[in-house]
């Protein structure tokens, strides 16, 4: 293969990624209008499994490429490879034996996209432009959620507002749901305390996700004084700028300009970033800002010593993160809890984990299985019922098992202890993307999120559209000002730039030991595409209008096969995920994927075709064989058609030990086919647990409601006395 084929290869499998990723962070709405998606989403569970499945193929097919055109060349990159190859196999393995085998098959293509999505880009920059082209596609990024962020809270949030007092029944009825439930409070309260979530379902994970990107935008702005401070030698790339404007006065001039422009427009989203983040109202994502930008200066501040003792600094680094966590469990086991309200929540989650990690050590539960077991292993004093623990960590150990949480901290340990390594040294020459290279990627990006909002949008299509070309226009303009302003920096400056992505990295991991993303899902991608482009260059490499051979010399030659070998085995994979989930779930119904069957029952059910409900209830719990859902509906079937559902009452009552409000709708009519003894049991249990939750609890059953079930349970005493034996 020769070098121009492998450099057109090599961008193409990038910007492949970054499209991907791009998609990923703006495709997450739903058809509805802005935050009324965003909720529809967050309640309807998974993202659309093709979505997930067509972007983690074309993701596998990018990392073989990748493979063959960019053969790595440190012992590292192969351990890494190894450990991501290792922990997608325990993950489809998983998927097997896990109670929804759909919901882990997903999970496992979700979480392996991402894994070789980082160690892909880290692979693929290893030129100048190829880095710079990387970064500008983020900052891009952070404008266009800037953008949407702004304009969600002034104009959807209070529109969606507004017409929800109007007509707040329509509205539920529009997204589904059901007048009375828990849904509708957690629905109003997101609308009274009007947090952004973006183009997500989670205000927490849209705050996380802006952490790195507030990092590069602080950066960008910064160049301006970056650029005075040093000599004036070297504030330009003379060479570059040169063939450019033909002289050293007038490349200076351009790059003066360049800079002011892109320092100007990185100013601005950055104070845009600053105002949405604050908009989230996620506690949580602005401390951690907040600590990663105190880092940062405190890095900028005091490089030299930072650069001479980085070994010391990231074993330091290291002992405070394992100290900290002994210090929490510690404080949480002797005082049966954390401090505050959400930490106590938090350990209610871990608690109930560790249920889940002993029972399955080895294997786990499966990916997007957690909520499944958690019911049978939480505190009864635990109110909630989550689908997550709230830590990484804790997930990838319920979930994959300990064997893939041990991988998964040394993959991480690996990742920031590479970002530690001296740089080598990076060569001047940086070329500015052509326009019609960003014009096609925009293009291509946004085309993808028209087509997804589109398909029954019917008269919303205009307004869609109409966004669509201001996202679009934002997104131009960003990327091709940041392309500019990064071909006018130095290497150290870039450098810097790259080490903010890492600090951000950093502050998205740290946050997520309470949050909920960064195992599968968009902002997963995002954390490790930006651990990718925050990695030092192994070798300096030729630049790719110069038309050398790469400098791999001996080591790539050695590499060659096992490269191919690697890539055509992600190739393959690719194709077996292209062959085995996406084309069955396109032309038909694919068994393990019950969204199908699940419309056929809401029809049945319309139709008071009961008998048919009953079927599609069964052919669910085959595939989806916990949920608590749909045994309650099926038990509710059962009672219409007159059968005696007590097996199906005693699985559900055997799933969930710690719920009061599961139990008593059961035990207070004989439709659910249990016994007397059983009924005054469950209603005494339920009691009993009430009793255990917190005083201040709002899911604590009313006093008069309390009344109601001990009247009944001396009823039922009653009646068993009278029984005769």
């Not at 492998?6 to 998609?23: D, E, F, P, Q, S």
């Not at 951000?504 to 595409?529: E, K, P, R």
């Amino acid at each position: 293969m020769n070098t121009s084929t492998r450099t057109y290869l090599a961008r193409a499998a990038l910007l492949v990624l970054l499209l991907v990723l791009c998609c990923r962070m703006t495709l997450n709405e739903g058809i509805d209008d802005g935050f009324i998606g965003t909720l529809s989403t967050q309640l309807s569970g998974l993202p659309p499994a093709v979505e997930v499945t067509c972007a983690a193929a074309m993701v596998l097919l990018c990392a073989g490429i990748g493979l063959l055109v960019e053969t790595p060349r440190r012992w590292w990159q192969w351990v890494s490879l190894s450990g991501i190859t290792a922990l997608s196999a325990l993950a489809f393995a998983d998927s097997i034996p896990a109670a929804n085998h759909f919901a882990a098959l997903v999970g496992a293509c979700d979480f392996s996209m991402n894994l070789f999505a980082g160690w892909t880009i880290a692979l693929l920059c290893t030129t100048p432009n190829r880095r710079a082209l990387a970064i500008s596609v983020l900052a891009s990024l952070g404008a266009v959620l800037a953008f949407k962020g702004l304009y969600q809270h002034y104009v959807e949030i209070p529109q969606t507002v507004t017409q929800f007092t109007r007509h707040p029944n329509r509205w539920l009825a529009n997204i589904g749901i059901r007048p009375g439930s828990s849904a509708v409070r957690l629905f109003i309260s997101r609308l009274k305390s009007r947090e952004v979530t973006g183009f997500g379902s989670d205000n927490d994970q849209f705050g996380e996700a802006l952490i790195p990107l507030v990092l590069l935008s602080l950066m960008l702005s910064l160049a301006w004084w970056w650029w005075w401070r040093k000599p004036a030698a070297d504030r330009i790339e003379v060479s570059k700028a040169s063939r450019l404007r033909g002289g050293r006065e007038s490349a200076a001039d351009a790059a003066q300009t360049t800079i002011i422009i892109g320092c100007v427009w990185s100013a601005v989203v950055l104070v845009g970033l600053g105002l949405v983040l604050y908009f989230t109202r996620s506690k949580g994502s602005i401390a951690a800002t907040g600590l990663c930008i105190s880092a940062m200066v405190v890095g900028l501040a005091l490089s030299p010593e930072i650069a001479r003792l980085r070994y010391r600094l990231f074993a330091g680094l290291v002992m405070i993160a394992v100290v900290g966590a002994v210090a929490l469990i510690a404080c949480g086991i002797v005082r049966h809890g954390l401090p505050t309200k959400d930490l106590l929540f938090r350990w209610q989650y871990w608690n109930g984990a560790a249920g889940i990690i002993i029972h399955h050590l080895w294997h786990g539960v499966g990916l997007n299985n957690f909520g499944y077991y958690y019911t049978r292993y939480k505190w009864p004093s635990a109110p909630e019922d989550v689908k997550d623990p709230h830590n990484v960590l804790v997930r990838i150990a319920s979930e994959l098992g300990v064997p893939a949480a041990i991988i998964f901290t040394l993959l991480l340990g690996l990742a920031f202890y590479l970002i530690f390594r001296p740089p080598a040294r990076e060569q001047v020459g940086s070329r500015t993307p052509p326009i019609l290279l960003i014009v096609g990627f925009v293009a291509v990006w946004w085309m993808c999120d028209d087509l997804n909002r589109m398909v029954g949008a019917g008269k919303a299509i205009p307004y869609i559209l109409e966004l669509s070309i201001l996202y679009a226009a934002i997104a131009i303009i960003a990327l091709a000002v940041v392309c500019q302003l990064l071909s006018c920096m130095t290497p150290e400056y870039r450098r810097k730039i790259e080490i903010a992505l890492a600090v951000g990295a950093g502050g998205m991991l740290l946050y997520d030991q309470i949050n909920l993303a960064l195992v599968t899902g968009s902002v997963a991608m995002l954390f490790w595409a930006v651990l990718g482009m925050a990695q030092p260059q192994d070798s300096p490499a030729p630049a790719e209008e110069s038309g050398g051979t790469g400098g791999n010399g001996g080591i790539e030659r050695r590499g060659t096969v096992a490269a191919r070998a690697w890539g055509g085995g992600l190739a393959a994979a690719s194709l077996a995920v292209a062959l085995g989930v996406i084309t069955p779930m396109v032309t038909g119904r694919l068994a393990w994927d019950t969204m199908a069957w699940a419309q056929d029952y809401r029809l049945d059910i319309s139709g008071g075709r009961m008998h048919h409900a009953l079927a599609d209830v069964n052919h669910i719990l085959a595939y989806d064989r916990r949920s608590q859902a749909w045994l309650e509906r099926k038990i509710s079937v059962m009672e219409e058609l007159g059968e005696n559902p007590r097996a199906v009452t005693l699985r559900l009552l055997h799933l969930n030990t710690a719920d009061a409000r599961v139990r008593i709708p059961l035990a207070m009519t004989p439709a659910s086919g249990l016994t007397l003894p059983e009924r005054i049991a469950e209603l005494k249990l339920a009691v009993r647990l009430n009793n255990d939750l917190p005083k201040k609890e709002v899911t604590r059953i009313s006093p008069r409601h309390i009344a109601a079930i001990e009247e009944m349970i001396q009823n039922l005493e009653s009646q068993l006395k009278r029984k005769p034996r």
